[in-house]
């Protein structure tokens, strides 16, 4: 693997998983608590206290410092499965990848060995990311981060044997732990991503759900398998 510079404006996918690969959200609160610091650790500011009570349907603890953020990545797309995570970042600037996933990771991670009585490290390295330049990376990408939570329920979906795809979309729909909510008008957590750069291309919410839809129908992986990461066969950057 080679190394990549990671610079303000381009889109990444990002992605880690747990160390030997295992589970990193062992129950819901884990799940909202990864949330919690998605929203509350980008920003270019420091963060008050990652230990207070939180509204996460709202994120209202910022509006209740009445403090506003400066971003360090958008956030327009994520994933959360039992032993890792998808991203779909574009920094507002050079660092802003590396500065946020460094409060990210080690913030969950201190949340998580703490709870759970353990030491040592939670995430295999730091991170994994990969540059999205091409235009059939861009059109698919989205489409398969908030299809992976299927791997749970419909896991022949890689193989292009789903038969009831409505059932699929349903699971997603209600599936806590993404974005895709968001996306298809359903809110869920709408304070920690910046859609409007994806909409507007779907066309809305109805635009983006009827294009998953398709996507689903027609899928081919094999147009991705190059920047989904998780065999770490491509040029990737690693910060370290």
Request: no cysteine; glycine share 4%; hydrophobic share 40%.
């Amino acid at each position: 693997m080679r190394n990549i510079q990671i610079v303000a404006e381009e889109i990444y996918h990002v992605y880690n998983r747990g160390v030997d690969q295992r589970k990193i959200f062992m129950e819901d609160k884990d799940y909202q608590r990864f949330i919690h610091d998605l929203f509350e650790f980008n920003d270019e500011n420091n963060v008050l206290n990652i230990g207070f009570r939180f509204n996460f349907t709202t994120m209202a603890t910022r509006q209740q410092y009445n403090r506003p953020r400066k971003l360090l990545v958008e956030i327009l797309a994520f994933a959360l499965m039992p032993n890792h995570y998808h991203l779909f970042l574009k920094p507002k600037k050079d660092s802003g990848v590396a500065e946020f996933m460094k409060k990210v990771n080690g913030g969950y991670a201190q949340y998580f060995n703490q709870k759970y009585d353990r030491s040592g490290v939670l995430f295999q390295g730091r991170f994994r990311a990969v540059l999205v330049k091409r235009d059939t990376h861009f059109m698919h990408l989205p489409y398969y981060i908030h299809a992976n939570p299927l791997d749970l329920y419909m896991p022949e979906w890689r193989d292009g044997k789903l038969k009831d795809f409505m059932r699929a979309y349903n699971f997603l729909e209600n599936y806590r732990w993404s974005s895709f909510p968001d996306y298809v008008g359903k809110k869920n957590y709408p304070s920690v991503t910046q859609r409007e750069f994806l909409l507007d291309i779907a066309d809305g919410t109805h635009g983006y759900k009827k294009n998953f839809l398709d996507w689903l129908r027609a899928m081919n992986l094999d147009a991705i398998t190059d920047i989904t990461l998780e065999n770490y066969g491509h040029p990737t950057a690693i910060i370290r």
